[in-house]
Every structure is written in C-alpha cells, then in structure tokens.
C-alpha cells in the first residue's frame, strides 16, 4: 500500500488549495483518513481526521477554514484549505489507518509523503 500527496503549493494569504492523497495498492478498507503538518525543526501536528464512521475531528487552528473528506470509490483524500495564512506555511502529510487483507488487522502506519504548502503574499 502507497500513499501520494499531492496538491501543494505556493498561495497568497487569503487563497485556497486542495490536498490530495491517493491510496493505491492492496486495500480492503481505509478506517481513518488523516492530515498532519511539520513546520521547519518542530515535530509533526494533527490538522484533520475522518473515520469511515464519518467521524471528523479538526485542530482548533484549522476550524471554519479546512474541510477533510475521503471518497472511498477512489480511496483519495483531500483536504480543502480555505483562507488561507501565512502560519499555515508547513509540510503537509496524509495518513491512514488500512486494513490491507480481509483478515489482516487495521494498520494506521501509512503516511504519503510530504507536500510543501506555502502562504505568502
């Protein structure tokens, strides 16, 4: 199983992007769909989350302005970042929790790699 962001970008305060992550390869479910950010020598932060029980938890930094979503035909995530701030400037990384076989247990260790997200007028 592989994870690909994408969707990054250089926006000017105030401006929208739209991540994407697509999970290819073995894939019976994916429980959870989540985005972190890592800002330059500091450890990775949650951003967003959703489970396929549609649950959908946010960071209070990112509330009214992101919405995440996951359309499962597609088994891609996006993360839709609107107003967007100069303090949003990080890297951005998908993870997700898959269950890979039909009998095999639900592992949350899969991360896309990073896409650059920068906020600059």
């Known amino acids: 199983v592989q994870l690909q962001a994408s969707g990054g970008g250089l926006v000017q305060p105030g401006g929208s992007l739209r991540l994407s992550c697509a999970a290819s390869g073995s894939i019976v479910s994916i429980n959870v769909m989540g985005w972190y950010r890592q800002y330059p020598g500091k450890q990775r932060e949650f951003v967003a989350r959703i489970t396929n029980a549609g649950s959908i938890n946010y960071a209070d930094s990112v509330k009214g302005r992101f919405t995440i979503s996951v359309d499962n035909a597609k088994s891609t995530g996006y993360l839709q970042m609107n107003s967007l701030k100069p303090e949003d400037t990080a890297v951005y990384f998908c993870?997700?929790?898959?269950?890979?076989?039909?009998?095999?247990?639900?592992?949350?260790?899969?991360w896309g790699q990073g896409t650059q997200v920068t906020v600059s007028s």
């Open positions: 993870n997700a929790w898959i269950r890979a076989t039909m009998t095999g247990p639900v592992s949350p260790d899969y």
